[in-house]
Structures are given as C-alpha cells and as structure tokens.
C-alpha cells in the first residue's frame, strides 16, 4: 500500500493556507530542478575543460570523472523532479473536489 505524506490531512482541513503551501512547494521544486542542472552542466563544463587544458595524465583522469558525474547528477535532479511532480499533482487533483464540497478556500 502506497503512503502519501498529505494523507495525514483531513478534509476539512485542507484551506487557502494549504493551497498557497501547495504553490511555493512547486516552485521550489522547480529551483531545485534548475540547481541540479546548472551543476550538471558545470561539470560536464569543468570536465572537459580540465581534459582540454591539462597535460598531465591524472588532470586528465579528473576531467574524465567529472563529465559522467555531471551526467548522472542531471539525470538525479530530472528524476527527482518527477517524482516530487507527482505527489504535487496528486495533491493538486484532490483539492478542487474539496472546493466542490464546500471546505479550503479560507471558509
């Protein structure tokens, strides 16, 4: 059986306060996303630079290393996205059918 961490909440509970929670979650998860990128990027970056730039064999096994990290730390924040996106929705999707029923929205 799956658990979410919103099952916690009773219906009645769930109120403007939540909805406006529910928003700065998704926009964090966005900041996040984007923080993973540029960081996979840059190490793609700094690898390859390193390789370019070095003459030495173990500046080179540096720069070999950082391209797939910088790879892998992408593909991380991309999943982690996803993941978090849909526990979001989740939670997006119920809250209309507790609007309908006359709780949230502050009343």
Not at 59 to 81: D, K, L, N, S
Request: include cysteine; charge should be positive.
């Amino acid at each position: 059986m799956a658990t979410s961490p919103y099952q916690k909440f009773e219906s009645s509970e769930l109120i403007l306060r939540d909805e406006l929670a529910i928003d700065r979650t998704i926009l964090a998860n966005e900041r996040t996303l984007l923080a993973y990128l540029r960081s996979g990027v840059s190490l793609v970056i700094a690898g390859v630079s390193i390789m370019h730039f070095s003459q030495e064999s173990w500046f080179w096994a540096v720069g070999v290393i950082c391209i797939p990290v910088g790879i892998i730390t992408g593909i991380f924040g991309v999943v982690r996205f996803r993941t978090i996106s849909k526990s979001i929705t989740t939670v997006r999707r119920e809250l209309p059918k507790l609007a309908d029923a006359g709780f949230g929205r502050g009343e």
